[in-house]
């Protein structure tokens, strides 16, 4: 079988688990619009807040310390109904604290709402994970998270493209709305 052959199948495989492909459909989507927040956070930071350097490493550090936390709510038992609320709810404090951001640009509220947004970011993915692992058979695992990260590189790619000119375009605040609106 060629590797385009195998590639082809594992997709069909994986595809006709339902819960597997709305978790990776979702997941997707929200990682297109949380990413445009790594171009979005240095204008934002620079231009909007007028923060300089230290601004920026504090949304940066206040991201990247929720992320941490959040991810560790993984350590708590759950089945999966509990493990789907924590995925959805990391999903919709990600959207909340963006929007509310991306309205209302001020530094100490930034530096909140980023770490709230890492906390949701955290939950949602280590919860997406368990989730994808039940959902699919153990065979198929290393086709599934191949897919999954297939389709995060590409919408990474294209949420840095967008960001950029939605920044030009419409300025730091809009596209943190923005990204809110779409996670």
Same mark, same amino acid.
């Not at 079988?1 to 195998?6: P, Y």
């Given at each position: ?6 590639t082809w199948g594992g997709l ?35 231009? !909007?807040?007028? &923060?300089? &350097? ?27 109904? &509990? ?24 530094? !100490? ?18 919860? !997406? ?8 058979? !153990?065979?198929?695992?290393?086709? &599934? ?39």
């Open positions: 079988e060629s590797l385009t052959a195998a069909r495989q994986v595809a006709a688990i339902p819960s597997a492909l709305r978790l990776m459909l979702i997941s997707t989507l929200a990682v297109l619009s949380v990413g445009m927040v790594n171009v979005a956070e240095v204008v934002f930071a620079l231009e !909007e807040l007028d &923060a300089g &350097a230290l601004g920026l490493s504090l949304l940066v550090a206040a991201m990247g310390t929720g992320v941490t936390v959040g991810a560790l709510g993984g350590l708590r038992a759950g089945d999966q109904a &509990a493990w789907l609320r924590r995925y959805l709810a990391g999903l919709a404090l990600m959207a909340a604290m963006l929007l509310l951001v991306g309205l209302v640009p001020v530094l !100490e509220l930034a530096v909140v709402a980023f770490f709230f947004t890492g906390l949701g970011n955290g939950l949602a993915l280590t919860h !997406e994970r368990l989730l994808l692992v039940r959902a699919v058979p !153990e065979r198929l695992h290393g086709r &599934a998270f191949a897919i999954k990260r297939s389709a995060v590189a590409w919408a990474f790619s294209a949420s840095f493209l967008g960001s950029g000119a939605l920044c030009a375009a419409l300025g730091s605040p809009a596209t943190l709305a923005i990204a809110g609106a779409g996670a």
